[in-house]
Nanobody, 118 residues
């Protein structure tokens, strides 16, 4: 059973930073595209960043572009999301997910809460 475990969420003031981590239970996930999603109360889940298996290609939603950075360390089976200049509207549960096939995210973590106070 593939498992993804997120950590690093918490409460931060607007303008602050957090770094989320997502550790995978299997080394095979190092060959998958990884993504970070978030879901705020009453809103649909939003894809905010992806990174391909080499780390050479990334994507960011407009809402986080220039503030967030996704990276991965395949030797540690870990994907990171560095979040800077946080805003209250970034408040959400953040999930990491793995896509064995293009844009098909089959494996999900349990989520970590990020709350940004104004």
């Amino acid at each position: 059973q593939v498992q993804l475990v997120e950590s690093g969420g918490g409460l931060v003031q607007a303008g602050g930073s957090l770094r989320l981590s997502c550790v995978a239970s299997e080394r095979t996930l190092s060959r998958y595209t990884m993504g970070w999603f978030r879901q705020a109360p009453g809103k649909e889940r939003e894809l905010i960043a992806t990174i391909n298996w080499t780390g050479g290609s990334t994507y960011y939603a407009d809402s986080v572009k220039g503030r967030f950075a996704i990276s991965r360390d395949n030797a540690k089976n870990t994907v990171y999301l560095q979040m800077n200049s946080l805003k209250p509207e970034d408040t959400a549960v953040y999930y990491c997910a793995a896509a064995p096939r293009l844009a098909e995210y089959d494996y999900w973590g349990q989520g970590t809460q990020v709350t940004v106070s104004s």
